[in-house]
């Protein structure tokens, strides 16, 4: 049998790629990347270029790496829902094997294929992976989704089993003839000159190998501290394979696993690092039975929520300056290398829904701009719990303390030093509010605020009873309030 193995954007890797394996098992294999222009048009590129270098990074490598097997990744350039139909009756291929997306869009193009196909007398087969479990799968004693984090991590861990990953082939089976009628569909692997997008050094490396080098480091320095470790945002705590989970260049089940036996010795590490995974669980079992999530709050109370509209305050937020040292190094993180830590990512999103009263929808489609990891699914979740509108939410009144954040998670104030270099000399005690600092003293360590750096451009309590306001005025007379803590 003739099968093509569709390689898509969420699973660039050779190992524990069950849809290339049962490929192999049942004959001639034709390894596809298709460059559709919904991504890889520079203007659309541009909008998203650490996840466009990281893409481009690992699909180079993986096409050495298909090549080392003894075949070749074939790259085709056109709108996937026409090109995959058009690639399929040219090689005259039985069948197109993916592994499945959970994205509603992605749901849907396969739907559109899968008939093209299926006309043409060949067809789509799907295969799990993306995730450890099927979202979907995980489901309440009532047989409905869950809409709480900690019975879905409980439900998950009894009902899923999770097995030991596959290892890559080392050989493929040589790329059949290429029809003429095939040629004409294909071109060239993307370059980041082909779509325009300029290097930037400190995005992380991608590929199958680099995440493997990842996972070894965290367990290597990290790993055994996670659960004390993870929300220091100034140290290297984490295992930093969140774009590896969403370009698939690390498989969920290989996270999980190496992790596991890593972390034997280490149970409380191992069970808060196991958490974060179920975590993502979530967000994809949420996307995938809630669909609506990516455009609309998951709580109905929240639809019309009196969000401002204040450009000042939303470039200031951008830009990271805000005048609150860790709100600002976030932003500044952001944009300098396509990652924000998980605790800044937090108190970044608290600040922006709570302190300015802006969409959660701007700053989520900003981290799905700049995140070398930005994942549809992971980000709403993260977006949706900040702001107090989604599954499992942070209560709406509850209003992070971006200083008390800082002083508690980046006491050194390493993470600020590092990210808002015009504050490096400032002693620890007000790296977090400046403002608070005698100004002769700032002035003699080069701080001049206002003029070298941004005095608050809001203040805490204030802000914090606008919001209190503002969401107790909406969410009362919609019988959205629960009470306060
Ligand atoms: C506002 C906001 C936006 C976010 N956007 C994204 C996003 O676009 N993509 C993304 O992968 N994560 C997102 N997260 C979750 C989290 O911040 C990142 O997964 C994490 O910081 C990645 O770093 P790491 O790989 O070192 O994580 P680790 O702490 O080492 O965790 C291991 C893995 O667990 C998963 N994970 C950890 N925390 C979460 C979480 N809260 N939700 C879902 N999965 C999690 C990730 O796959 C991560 O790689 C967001 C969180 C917030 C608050």
């Known amino acids: 049998m003739r099968t093509l193995v569709w390689f898509r954007g969420k699973d660039l890797r050779l190992a524990d790629h069950a849809p290339l394996l049962d490929a192999v098992r049942h004959g001639e294999v034709v390894p596809i990347f298709v460059v559709d222009p919904y991504f890889f048009a520079p203007e659309r590129a541009q909008e998203m270029p650490s996840r466009m270098q990281f893409l481009v990074d690992s699909l ?7 090549e080392a097997c003894g075949s070749q990744l074939l790259f085709a350039h056109g709108k996937s829902v026409a090109i995959v139909p058009e690639l399929a009756r040219a090689f005259a291929a039985e069948r197109v094997v993916a592994h499945r997306w959970s994205e509603p869009f992605g749901i849907e193009r396969d739907r ?16 799990e992976g993306e995730t450890l479990a099927t979202p979907g799968q995980i489901l309440t004693g009532s047989g409905t989704p869950f809409s709480v984090f900690t019975p879905f991590s409980r439900a998950f861990v009894k009902a899923v089993t999770i097995g030991a990953p596959r290892p890559a082939p080392k050989t493929l089976p040589p790329l059949p003839a290429i029809p003429a009628a095939a040629k004409k569909l294909l071109g060239k692997a993307p370059t980041l000159g082909s779509i325009g997008v300029t290097r930037n050094e400190l995005v992380v490396a991608g590929g199958e190998k680099a995440a493997r080098a990842r996972v070894t480091t965290f367990l290597k320095h990290a790993a055994a501290k996670y659960d004390e470790g993870r929300n220091a945002m100034g140290v290297a705590g984490t295992s930093r394979v969140s774009q590896d989970l969403k370009f698939g260049t690390l498989s969920a089940r290989s996270a999980w696993q190496a992790t596991r036996h890593g972390l034997e010795d280490h149970p409380k590490a191992w069970r808060t690092f196991a958490n974060e995974l179920v975590w993502r669980e979530f967000a994809y079992d949420v996307l995938r039975s809630r669909p609506a999530v990516l455009e609309h709050p998951f709580k109905p109370a929240w639809e019309r929520f009196p969000w401002r509209k204040d450009e000042v305050a939303w470039r200031a937020w951008v830009e990271g300056k805000t005048g609150y040292p860790v709100v600002d190094a976030a932003a500044r ?3 300098g290398e396509g990652f924000v830590h998980n605790r800044a990512r937090m108190i970044a999103a608290s600040f922006l829904c709570k302190h300015l009263l802006l969409d959660f929808r701007l700053g989520e489609a900003h981290y799905m701009k700049y995140l070398t990891d930005g994942d549809w699914a992971a980000n709403d979740l993260g977006w949706q719990w900040s702001a107090g509108c989604g599954v499992d939410a942070q209560p709406w009144f509850r209003v992070f303390n971006p200083v008390t954040q800082g002083e508690r998670f980046d006491a050194d104030g390493a993470y600020v030093r590092r990210w808002v270099p015009e504050l490096a000399n400032v002693p620890s005690r007000w790296i977090h509010s400046p403002w608070l600092a005698p100004p002769l003293e700032l002035r003699a360590l080069g701080v001049n605020l206002g003029r070298t750096y941004p005095a608050p451009i809001v203040e805490h309590s204030l802000a914090r009873g606008r919001f209190l306001a503002a969401a107790e005025g909406h969410l009362r007379p919609a019988g959205g309030v629960q009470g306060k803590s």
Request: glycine residues 12%; proline residues 0%.
């Open 333 to 335: 993180q952001l944009l």
């Open 112 to 127: 559109r294929i899968a008939k093209a196909l299926a006309e043409g007398g060949s067809r789509l087969e799907l295969f």
């Open 60 to 66: 180079g490598e993986l096409a050495t790496s298909i």
